[in-house]
């Protein structure tokens, strides 16, 4: 019997309970305000971090721990040795990478249906653009194949169960993923209706599961787009995966919660779909919870008076001048200052404050993207602890 594409029905909630209405009203303006009182400089260079911190937590998801340290070499070009420490890495710039065109097609307003074929195709193309063979074949449940960037499930070898779920078979992905484009498509929803289909098309997805691999990776991507799409991204400044990877309760949290919404419909009362559409409801006010507490955990983060102090800090751990601290202050509130003005910025003589400013360059605190143009604040994965505690687990 043919498989039909209702069988992810219900594919959106149609109608919120007052407690999914609340998490969504308190998401919409605490996304609002994240990252408001910061310069779009520096702000945009936070970004940055953010983009290796999705990264990381993605990956330790999916069960691999590359450290922010690793990312960030990776992202210099500088691979280890090690094959499976390399293939980490490939995969940890491959994913930075592609969040960064995300965010610059979201910024120019240039950003595809998030829940498009084209888009989801395109995805999984460019995350394993840059792919050697080991990372591109797959292993396991008697199978053994190469993986084709950008291409749906097509034959039985492909075909895997996920869990206790069984995903539609590889002939029926194709027709799966267009009626998910049909019934994800952000271009008829309003901000409410956007917001609410991000978890569902979240677990929706992945019920499908239409690639070999990498639909985790994809799914939560397609996520960030979405949730640019939906007005809620705040320019990049928070990441669903750190959250999804830490739960709200329990780093179980995400897998069980993914499981829950697999549930078929539980009788007459439980929605007309062949899914569970309490159980739709359930995974949706906690992935918006989760998108809260992160969103809140950021601002924190990112509140303008805490940086600037745990900027001076660390500043003083690492054995700086104390006019250092001017320096990346000047940068935190401005976004950038010109070189010829850090005699006035210390207060010290040029000689002097030029040594107090190398010396800030060289810990990676301030950057320039040119040789003699002015310079702006980085944050170094050497300095996040102090930054920015808790953000990675023992960095």
């Avoid at 498009?116 to 194949?145: N, T």
Wanted: aromatic share 8%.
């Amino acid at each position: 019997m043919e498989e039909s594409v209702q069988r992810i029905e219900p594919a959106r909630l149609e109608n919120a309970s007052e407690e999914i209405s609340d998490a969504l009203a308190e998401l919409s303006a605490a996304s609002a305000t994240l990252g408001n009182s910061l310069h779009p400089l520096t702000a945009a260079n936070l970004a940055d971090l953010v983009r290796i911190m999705n990264t990381y937590y993605s990956n330790l998801i999916e069960g691999h721990d590359t450290r922010p340290r690793d990312i960030e070499r990776a992202l210099a070009g500088n691979f280890d040795k090690d094959e499976e420490r390399r293939n980490l890495q490939l995969e940890a710039a491959a994913h930075v990478r592609l969040q960064a065109e995300i965010d610059r097609m979201a910024a120019r307003g240039r950003l595809p249906e998030p829940a498009s074929c084209d888009f989801i195709l395109w995805l999984h193309q460019e995350f394993y653009r840059d792919a050697e063979e080991p990372m591109l074949r797959v292993k396991g449940a008697g199978r053994d194949f190469l993986l084709a960037p950008g291409q749906w499930r097509s034959k039985p070898e492909h075909d895997v169960a996920v869990g206790r779920h069984e995903p539609p078979s590889s002939v029926r992905v194709d027709d799966f993923m267009h009626y998910f484009e049909t019934r994800y498509r952000f271009a008829k929803l309003g901000k409410a209706g956007r917001i609410l289909a991000i978890p569902a098309a979240h677990h929706r997805f992945n019920f499908i599961h239409p690639f070999p691999d990498g639909n985790g990776r994809v799914s939560r991507l397609m996520s960030h787009a979405m949730a640019h799409e939906a007005g809620i991204a705040s320019h990049g400044l928070w990441s669903i995966s750190r959250g999804l990877a830490r739960g709200l309760k329990s780093r179980k949290d995400y897998k069980t919660m993914m499981d829950h919404a697999d549930m078929p419909r539980q009788g007459d009362l439980d929605g007309r779909g062949n899914l569970s559409q309490r159980a739709l409801a359930d995974f949706t006010l906690w992935f918006l919870r989760v998108c809260v507490d992160q969103v809140t955990f950021m601002s924190g983060l990112f509140d303008l008076a805490t940086l600037a102090r745990r900027l001076r800090a660390y500043a003083a751990s690492s054995e700086l001048k104390p006019e250092a601290s001017r320096l990346l202050e000047e940068a935190l509130i401005r976004g950038e200052f010109e070189r010829g003005e850090i005699s006035r910025i210390t207060g010290l003589p040029e000689r002097t404050a030029r040594r107090v400013f190398n010396d800030v360059i060289s810990l990676g605190l301030l950057e320039s993207e040119t040789p003699k143009g002015p310079v702006s604040l980085r944050f170094p994965a050497k300095a996040l602890d102090t930054l920015f505690p808790r953000l990675f687990p023992e960095t």
